[in-house]
């Protein structure tokens, strides 16, 4: 059992500047979520898909951020013109289809550090 | 809204020793509760949940957990710890409010470091 990828593990870069990450869930998982955590904080809910749909966003995912699963597997989160204030680890997440109370599987992360 | 409180940033005990690590919850509905932990450089491990049913759950690694309605609590309990249970503990409370299509986003608390020391 594989589980959840995420790539790149580490993403440093300059303010401005736009960055894609990426996170391949568990395979038979038809739910995916992203998250964001930043030092001496717990996880914040971003964005989740059902297979390919986008059904929530928080309003923490403001228009520089873009997120996509197009064919219901891997999704990429694209943040644009990153600013300092998105330093942060973003966790990607998957959870089987049937009960809502299913427990996600976490990637590693990617940690982002805008410079 | 839902929210989730882990009053102490760090709980310290003695390999062997009972430890507790405090969550409280605050939910409009019935709680759906989780643990997870995460290890540095590692992405967050389930440990257990409460859903329904008995109010002491085990999950993972000896790791037990009380659900107590009247006092908002779902504390994470391990009766003889161990060094390698050193990490940090998050909380978490299923949020029921918008979340279409049945998924279970999480409000997760700010996190308890736990340090086992020899």
């Known amino acids: 059992d594989t589980g959840v990828s995420q790539d790149p593990r580490h993403k440093i870069t300059k303010r401005g500047q736009n960055v894609t990450f990426r996170c391949d869930p568990i395979?038979?998982?038809?739910?995916l979520y992203w998250y964001r955590q930043t030092l001496g904080q717990g996880p914040e809910f971003l964005t989740y898909?059902?297979?390919?749909?986008?059904?929530?966003k928080s309003r923490l995912l403001s228009d520089r951020f873009s997120a996509e699963r197009p064919k219901g597997s891997f999704s990429t989160l694209e943040i644009q013109r990153t600013e300092q204030g998105d330093s942060a680890m973003y966790l990607c997440?998957?959870?089987?289809?049937?009960?809502?109370?299913?427990?996600?599987?976490f990637g590693p992360g990617t940690r982002l550090t805008v410079l | 809204a839902q929210s989730v409180a882990q009053p102490e940033d760090q709980v310290n005990v003695a390999e062997g020793n009972p430890l507790t690590v405090k969550c409280t919850y605050s939910v409009s509905g019935n709680p759906y509760l989780f643990w997870y932990v995460q290890y540095p450089n590692r992405g967050l491990q389930f440990l257990l949940k409460?859903?329904?049913?008995?109010?002491l759950v085990k999950g993972s690694y000896g790791f037990e957990a009380e659900f107590n309605k009247s006092q908002t609590s779902f504390h994470l309990k391990k009766p003889s710890a161990l060094v390698s249970d050193s990490a940090l503990y998050f909380c978490a409370v299923r949020d029921l409010k918008g979340l279409t299509g049945g998924g279970n986003k999480l409000t997760f608390g700010t996190g308890t470091q736990l340090k086992v020391e020899l």
């Open positions: 898909f059902q297979n390919e749909a986008q059904l929530e």
């Open positions: 997440a998957s959870s089987r289809p049937g009960l809502a109370t299913n427990e996600q599987f």
């Open positions: 409460y859903i329904t049913g008995d109010n």
């Open positions: 395979s038979e998982h038809n739910r």
